[in-house]
């Protein structure tokens, strides 16, 4: 039986109730985060509390615990749960009220958070995917990680009815990010994505491509905006997120990109990644 983060408690499954005027529920006034596990181990956990830290501020809310406390629980939730490779999921809301759209005083926000496992050969696709075009209806706040995704929802189910297995958004013709992770293109060498304004959600696994394997690699890096058109005639296009990590894309739409084959430069990134992550599952069997 799966157990779950409720506040600071460890409870079951089926014992986590949230009140029906919670107001994650009735305006998805709150935030969360997704993060990566190897090994036990939670992956980029500084920069995913930071994120965390920066939607709270934006969103005047106010976290229920310090980040060394909500790190000590999320670590018991994966032990408890005995996960090795997996994925933590937990969200932050502003807490339950009598309806009303303004901020209530004096309620407490509400922590909800589970552990599953996520082995990687069942997310990752190396042989790449096809993804679909589809408009970015999304609110002007996308930097901050909040519950609000119907339009992230809507994407997502316009690109599966296509056949597609991932939305590409564009606000007329500007790529922007996935419904669920963040675009690269590479271009004459360089990658190309969204610079990280209030058009996007600025992805750990985009962030440690951009301050990290790219670097490490020699692979210069660009963050500026392109077109629905630079993505069609890209040398290579991949998406990255804390679950796909870097995940190729090889179609979109009808349209193959370049030779339809994953490109040297994804493939670089890739094994820089799966480089990472056997380093750090050999450092957690060793700890
Ligand atoms: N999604 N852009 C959007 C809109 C996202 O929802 C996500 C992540 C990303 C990539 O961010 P990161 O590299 O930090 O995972 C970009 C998570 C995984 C989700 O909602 O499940």
Redesign the pocket.
Known sequence: MATILYQDQLIPREQGKVDMEDRGYQFGDGI?E?IRVYGGRLFLLDL?MK?LERSARELALQLPYGIDQLTDHLKRLIKKNQIDDGLV?FQITRGASPRQHQFPENIETVLTGSATALPREEVLRPNGIKASLVDDIRWLR?DI?TLN?LG?VLAKQKALEKGSEEAIMHRGGVVT??????VFIVKDGRLVTHPADHF??N????LYVIDQLAPRLGIPVVEKTFSTEDLLEADEVFI????AEVKPVTRVEERTIASGKPGPITKRLMDAFDNEVARVKGSSALS
């Open positions: 969360y997704a995913h994120r999921y996308c990680k995704l992230n990010e996935g419904s669920s992770c963040n996007i959600l992805g750990i696994t985009r990255t997120s804390t679950g």
